[in-house]
């Protein structure tokens, strides 16, 4: 049976995807004909997706994915900054085992961008920042990294993201190479330039809301991810 953290999480790839938009309606039961529960477990799932910032509650009008301000944006890219660039600081020289796992990251990056898969794409790009950290052994920086790209993501789409998808991955590739030299100084200065470059690319005049009567537009299926 599938249990409101599997919910949960299921909606947090799909945002990571980009296949929920902000300001989405998230239809309790809809939802529960989707994973086949009550509506009482996806109402728990929404709650936990509260508690960590994805989700509202409108009065008498139901759930909804948030839609993140500016200064809201400005915030999460100003975390990852300080979170990132510390995780890379105190890494030193990673193992190569997590290096082999970070290079096949990228690998799949380059693959789903070939392939034209925008969904698969955009959830590894998102991804990338999540691996290096379970790349680490250290699962509470692991579930904050995942929670702030998702976050980020949404800020991408609610405001446009010029930023291009080869790049990014060009400069995943660029830290995982300085990491792999242990140029750790090198690797924080990507990062940091990386962020800077994704959050430059985003359009403030551009934000829209969806419709909030509209359906669920996004299939919550798992991600056909390489293995």
């Given amino acids: 049976m599938t ?7 299921r909606v947090v790839e799909s945002i ?3 296949k929920l938009a902000p300001g989405e309606r998230l239809g309790e039961q809809e939802l529960a004909d989707l994973f086949g529960v009550s509506r009482t477990l996806v109402r728990e799932a929404l709650m936990q997706l509260q508690a960590r910032g994805f989700v509202e509650v409108r009065t008498r009008k139901g759930w909804y994915v948030v839609e993140p301000s500016f200064e809201e944006a400005r915030d999460a890219f100003a975390a990852r900054r300080v979170i990132e660039t510390g995780m890379l600081r105190e890494a030193g020289r990673p193992l190569q085992s997590a290096i082999r796992r970070l290079r096949k990251h990228v690998a799949d990056e380059r693959q789903a961008i070939e392939d034209g898969d925008a969904a698969t794409r955009t959830f590894l790009l998102a991804d990338f920042h999540v691996c290096l950290a379970e790349c680490y052994g250290n699962r509470l920086l692991s579930d904050v990294m995942r929670d702030l790209t998702a976050r980020t993501t949404l800020v991408a789409l609610l405001y446009q993201s010029s930023h291009d998808a080869a790049q990014s991955c060009a400069e995943h590739a660029a830290i995982v190479d300085a990491l792999e030299r242990g140029d750790a100084k090198t690797a924080e200065k990507l990062m940091l330039a990386h962020i800077g470059s994704v959050q ?10 969806v419709d909030e009567h509209a359906r669920l537009r996004a299939s919550l299926t798992p991600l056909r991810l390489a293995k």
């Fill in 200 to 209: 430059g690319a985003l359009n403030e005049s551009s934000a829209s809301s």
């Fill in 16 to 18: 990571l995807a980009q």
């Fill in 3 to 9: 249990t409101q953290t599997e919910i949960a999480q």
